[in-house]
Each structure stands twice: as C-alpha cells, then as structure tokens.
C-alpha cells in the first residue's frame, strides 16, 4: 500500500471550506478527510503549511473539458503533442483533461478520436475527446476554417461517436443547422454531452435544444448571439435551465471580469472554468496554427490572421482561479466550477472532481495567493 498524508491545509471541495484539514490517500484514491492531529502516518507526509506557506489550500484536482494544447503543442497533431501540452497543464494543477479538436475533414477527425481513444489506455489523465466542430454556424466560426464546416447528418455524426468507442465526452454544435436538434438527441443517446456553441441560435432554439438533451454551453458569450433587452439569447437561455453547464474562459480577454461575475451569480454551481487554451499557453508569443487557421499571438492574446477573430487563449487554470476570485467570485465557488461542475458535465462526478473517501487521489495544493505548489494525479478512471 502507498499512503500520502497532506495536512494543515484550507480544504476546499464540494463547495466548502474546512480549516485546518487533512486527507489521507491510498493507492491512488481518497482514503480518508479529518480535521486537526488525529491523522495517521504515511510513506509520503506533506505539511501544507511548510510547502506553502500560512493559508495554504487544498483542492481537487482541477478538469478542463475544452482546450486545445499548450507548450507550442496542439492537441491535433497526436498522442506526443498531446503529452507534451497536458505536462505544461497538469504543472499548473489540470490533473484531467478532455483533448478538445478544431474542425478537420471528417476522416482527420475520426483518427483522431480513434488515436485519442487508445491514449486512454495508457494515459489516465486524459477524460477522452471533445469535437468542437465540424458541425458549427459559418457566420460564428471564430477561429474554425469555414470551409471545412458542414450539417449534422446523422450518418456523419455517428460515424464520429464511433469511432470514439465510448471516449467521446462532448460535442458543440449549432442546433439552428439543418438536421441539429436530431443530432443533439443522438449525440446524448451515445452518452456525450451536447454543447450549444459557435451558434446563432435565439433563446427559443437554444431552449428547445436543451430541452432535446443538450447540456452544455461552449465558452458562453463567445461566438454566439450576445444578449439584448428584446433577444436574450442563448447565455440566458442557458443560465435559466438549472440543467445546462455554461463554459467560462476567464482570462480577462474572452470575458471581462464584470461578466465572469455575473455568469456566476446567473448560474450558481453551473458554470465550468475552461482554458480553450492553444498551443502558445505556457509559451511566447509568434505564429501558429490552430486546426487550419494560422494564428498569431501578440501580449497574450491569439487572434486567427484572416479574420482577427479570437484564436482559444494562452489560459492556465491556475491563473483562471486567479482572475475568477480578483473578478468577485467567492474562492469556494471557484474551485467548485474548476472540479465538481466540470467532472459533473461530462459523467465523471462520481470519481473526479471532489476529496472524499473513495475519489480519485487528484489533488493541488496552493499557497494564499493561488499559486501552484503540489499536484498528485490518481488512480485510473474505473
């Protein structure tokens, strides 16, 4: 048995806090949460306070279920760029991921979700795969090359889940589209989440997507209507359906920090901090390409070069947790919509996402600024 005993933290999980806490892990699992001295020892003690300072916090790992790559790796170019781009993420506390892929023709697309399916044999941190396209509205295609989109058809839909053997977590996809609300509904009968996104749905469209099983929101806000005082739009469709997860990129850019706020107080418990990050997080700025969009990032920011339109992020996680509390979130809740909500869209709640015995050993240990000190990934999803 390998023990590791983490001690003298702020424990945040499940949407509370608790002072001075420990949690006790045991091959690869939670194996028990105390407070105080009572904890017993272990082959690998871990004094928070000492590694990170006074107000030292301990949180579940933290799931990202859209982004693209990292460390001038992108997530479509195979299992090493995936490796490389998950190392720079999981050093920032992403202890699980989901490997979101950029539009591509469908034969690009169904490799890569079959290449995808068999890393999860090998890699545990990886949740399966995310289709963000190629099934999106031409006039919201941000940084997806409009030429490769299409309708859809059923045929082509399944052809996709199929070749995921199971792995594909979540698809977006624009439900006005000819065919769309029939390919929500197949999507969610394969057992992935369906993601409204790059869409130019009203409200009604969106909520009658929703009502056929769509559960998520692609990077709310971003390529979609926004709202109107006559045309609410899909974010507030969304945020009024207590089913729907909105996705957040709160990196100052896709959103300012007024409006991650209130994406919070709209959708208490229901919003996922997401990266989108591209391959330029944790790397400098320059040129690269995104799916077939060549991207150039400037101080940060990656906007797509015929276009202008923004191109994913350079995000972190860690520094989202960062700018979601400076934006007036409540730490708790910030944590939460970087673990449990995120684990919960995509079906995996029940082993990721919280430090409770029985959970999946994943956790990150941060100083009281939010800065990364200690990440341990787990056993293997079961």
């Known amino acids: 048995m390998v023990s590791t005993v983490i001690h003298s933290a702020r424990l945040i999980t499940g949407g509370t806090e608790t002072a001075d ?127 490769l989109l299409r309708d859809p058809v059923a045929a082509d839909v399944q052809r996709l889940l199929d070749a995921g053997r199971g792995t594909v977590r979540q698809v977006t996809i624009a439900p006005e589209l000819p065919g769309g609300i029939d390919a929500i509904r197949l999507i969610v009968a394969a057992g992935a989440a369906a993601a409204v996104g790059h869409t130019n749905a009203d409200a009604a469209r969106a909520a009658a997507a929703f009502e056929a099983g769509a559960t998520i929101l692609t990077h709310a806000f971003n390529a979609m209507p926004g709202i109107h005082h006559r045309a609410p739009g899909p974010v507030l469709a969304a945020a009024a359906d207590h089913r729907v997860v909105l996705e957040a990129i709160a990196d100052n850019v896709h959103l300012d920090p007024t409006v991650i706020k209130l994406l919070f107080d709209s959708a208490p418990g229901r919003v996922a901090l997401v990266t989108d990050a591209m391959a330029a997080a944790g790397s400098a700025d320059g040129h690269y390409d995104l799916g077939a969009v060549r991207v150039t990032v400037a101080d940060g920011i990656a906007r797509a070069d015929d276009t202008g339109s923004i191109a994913g992020s350079t995000l972190t996680q860690d520094v989202a947790l960062q700018r979601t509390v400076q934006a007036g979130v409540p730490l708790t809740d910030a944590v939460r919509a970087l673990t449990q909500t995120p684990a919960e869209a995509i079906g995996v709640g029940a082993q990721v996402g919280a430090l409770a015995p029985g959970f999946l050993a994943d956790a990150v240990l941060l100083d009281e600024r939010l800065r990364v000190v200690h990440v341990q990934t787990g056993a293997r999803l079961s």
């Open 21 to 147: 806490a420990w949690v006790r892990f045991e091959n690869g699992s939670v194996a028990a949460v105390g407070t105080g001295s009572d904890w017993t020892d272990a082959d690998t003690v871990i004094d928070a306070t000492d590694a990170a300072g006074t107000g030292a916090i301990l949180t579940p790992g933290f799931i990202d279920i859209h982004g693209h790559g990292g460390a001038g790796a992108s997530f479509d170019d195979g299992i090493d760029a995936i490796r490389t781009a998950r190392d720079l993420h999981r050093a920032h506390g992403t202890t699980r991921a989901v490997v979101s892929l950029v539009t591509a023709p469908l034969d690009d697309l169904a490799r890569r979700v079959g290449e995808i399916a068999d890393l999860m044999q090998t890699d545990a941190d990886i949740l399966g795969s995310h289709l963000e396209g190629p099934f999106l509205d031409p006039g919201h295609h941000g940084a997806h090359e409009p030429s």
